[in-house]
């Protein structure tokens, strides 16, 4: 139940991070054309390109659960026999869950706090980038929590 869920959100959020990729991507570009052919480089692409990068790795986290994509567990893991194999995945992704809670009650409140300083070239406030971190704090403890029923479902855990 909750693994269709996060997956249809991934589905979105895959969606979202492209959209920004391609941003970002247009934004570099912009600011090339700029510099060297017009030799007036723009302030705020380069602003731009680096904030929506934080934001694509974070959400990209995310997305990485779901597609078992965070090498240690999965190597690690893979050299133990089934049942272990999934216990050791299900203790770890407790143990990332916790690191994940931290992200969203110190991540919130340090994107609160932000709000009031501005970016130098944009003028936006910076809580706004900072927003991403309990945001990817949120998806990241859904996934893991989707990803431990999995396990629990595939190896009959309980």
Request: net charge positive.
């Amino acid at each position: 139940m909750l693994s269709t869920v996060v997956h249809n959100v991934n589905k979105v959020i895959g969606r979202f991070t492209n959209l920004l990729l391609i941003i970002m991507t247009l934004a570099v570009f912009a600011q090339v054309i700029s510099r060297f052919l017009l030799e007036h480089p723009l302030a705020w692409s380069e602003e731009l390109a680096r904030y929506l990068m934080i934001w694509i790795t974070f959400l990209g986290a995310s997305l990485a659960i779901e597609k078992k994509a965070h090498p240690m567990i999965e190597i690690f893991a893979g050299f133990l026999p089934g049942r272990t194999r999934q216990v050791v995945q299900v203790i770890a992704l407790l143990v990332s869950s916790v690191f994940y809670s931290l992200l969203i009650y110190f991540g919130s409140q340090f994107a609160v706090r932000s709000f009031g300083q501005l970016t130098p070239a944009m003028g936006l406030p910076i809580g706004y980038v900072y927003l991403i971190i309990p945001i990817s704090g949120v998806l990241l403890l859904i996934s893991s929590f989707a990803e431990i029923e999995k396990i629990i479902k595939r190896g009959k855990l309980i």
